[in-house]
Structures are given as C-alpha cells and as structure tokens.
C-alpha cells in the first residue's frame, strides 16, 4: 500500500480487515483487522498480479478490494492450519 501513506493504509485495511471478518464470521479485534487488511493486500496484489490483474497502487477503491479479498483468504488459511 505505498501509494496510499500511512494513515490512508491504516483506514483502508482496518475497513477491509473488518468487512472481511464479517464476511468470514471471525471474531477478530480493530489490531487484528488494521493488520489482515494491510498484510491482506500486499498478499492479494502478489496473487492477483501472477494472473494478470493489478490495482492502482493509490488508489482508495483497489487497495480496499485487494485488502478484502487478501484477508479473506488469510482468515481462510488460519482455519485451515488451525484445524
């Protein structure tokens, strides 16, 4: 999220983290959410970019799609490991 700043990065992974522990029903913290949006978004970017699909590196709306789908699938790789 470099193209965001700090305080831009924190916002948008904090609403991804938290949309996507809604969506995943995690019980999860606003730390826990800043952190899965954040981490969430640089892992999404790397997956989606070996397909072929890149966000705007500052924009709000993609990094906040990127962050979303990341968390998701790092909510999703916890479960698994967890089990």
Do not use: C, H, P, Y
Not at 11 to 37: E, H, P, Q, R, Y
Not at 48 to 58: R, S
């Amino acid at each position: 999220m470099e193209g965001l700043g700090w305080l831009a990065a924190i916002i948008v992974g904090g609403l991804a983290g938290w949309i996507a522990s809604s969506i995943m029903k995690a019980d999860t913290g606003i730390f826990l959410n800043i952190i899965l949006g954040i981490v969430g978004a640089v892992v999404a970017n790397f997956l989606l970019g070996l397909f072929g699909v890149n966000f705007q590196a500052g924009s709000w709306l993609g990094q906040g799609i990127a962050g979303l789908i990341g968390a998701v699938i790092l909510i999703w790789i916890v479960r698994a490991v967890r089990r």
